[in-house]
């Protein structure tokens, strides 16, 4: 996963709060990034369809199993 200058930025920040002072830092969790930019979906099954796509390609590359 790349991190950026703005992820370093936004990891400090959120350090600083109650909910980061209270974190466990030690532990990295995965993050899903979900971009409904490429276009317009025609309906909600194509919508539905195209979530459950994302979202089973995150849990493999993850070595989760899909469900």
Same mark, same amino acid.
């Given at each position: 996963?790349?991190?950026?200058?703005? +992820?370093?930025?936004? /990891?400090?920040?959120?350090?600083?709060?109650? $909910?980061? %002072?209270?974190?466990?830092?030690?532990?990295?969790?995965?993050?899903?990034?979900? +971009?409904?930019?490429? /276009?317009?979906?025609?309906?909600?099954?194509? $919508?539905? %369809?195209?979530?459950?796509?994302?979202?089973?390609?995150?849990?493999?590359?993850?070595?989760?199993?899909?469900?």
């Amino acid at each position: 996963m790349a991190r950026g200058k703005s +992820s370093k930025v936004k /990891g400090y920040i959120l350090k600083e709060t109650d $909910l980061g %002072k209270n974190w466990d830092w030690s532990i990295e969790y995965p993050v899903i990034d979900i +971009s409904f930019g490429g /276009g317009v979906f025609e309906s909600r099954e194509i $919508l539905d %369809k195209t979530i459950h796509s994302i979202l089973n390609g995150n849990a493999l590359s993850n070595g989760i199993e899909p469900t």
